[in-house]
Nanobody, 117 residues
Framework: QVQLVESGGGLVQPGGSLRLSCATS????????MSWYRQAPGKERELVAT????????NYADSVTGRFTLSRDDNKSTMYLQMDSLKPEDTAVYYC??????????WGQGTQVTVSS
């Protein structure tokens, strides 16, 4: 059974940092394209960053480029999102997503990030 579990969200002041984790199980982690998405209140879910399978490239949304870093630990089957220089507009529920070789999507339950003074 494929499972993705996010953690690490919370309340942080503008300019602060957080690191999100996405722990996975039930599949061969290296074979999945992994992504972070976010959804702010009243807005559609948007792509934040994507990491290709088998060491493929990583791409970021323009809004987070230079501030967020996606990384993967294949030994731990875990993906991370290091978020620095956070802004109030980064406030959202953050989700991780995995896509298998058959292009099936699997989502975590989300973790809330709130950037506020």
């Amino acid at each position: 059974q494929v499972q993705l579990v996010e953690s690490g969200g919370g309340l942080v002041q503008p300019g602060g940092s957080l690191r999100l984790s996405c722990a996975t199980s039930g599949f061969i982690f290296q074979s999945y394209e992994m992504s972070w998405y976010r959804q702010a209140p009243g807005k559609e879910r948007e792509l934040v960053a994507t990491s290709g399978s088998f060491g493929g490239s990583t791409n970021y949304a323009d809004s987070v480029t230079g501030r967020f870093t996606l990384s993967r630990d294949d030994n731990k089957s875990t993906m991370y999102l290091q978020m620095d220089s956070l802004k109030p507009e980064d406030t959202a529920v953050y989700y991780c997503k995995g896509v298998d070789l058959y292009l099936r999507d699997y989502w975590g339950q989300g973790t809330q990030v709130t950037v506020s003074s």
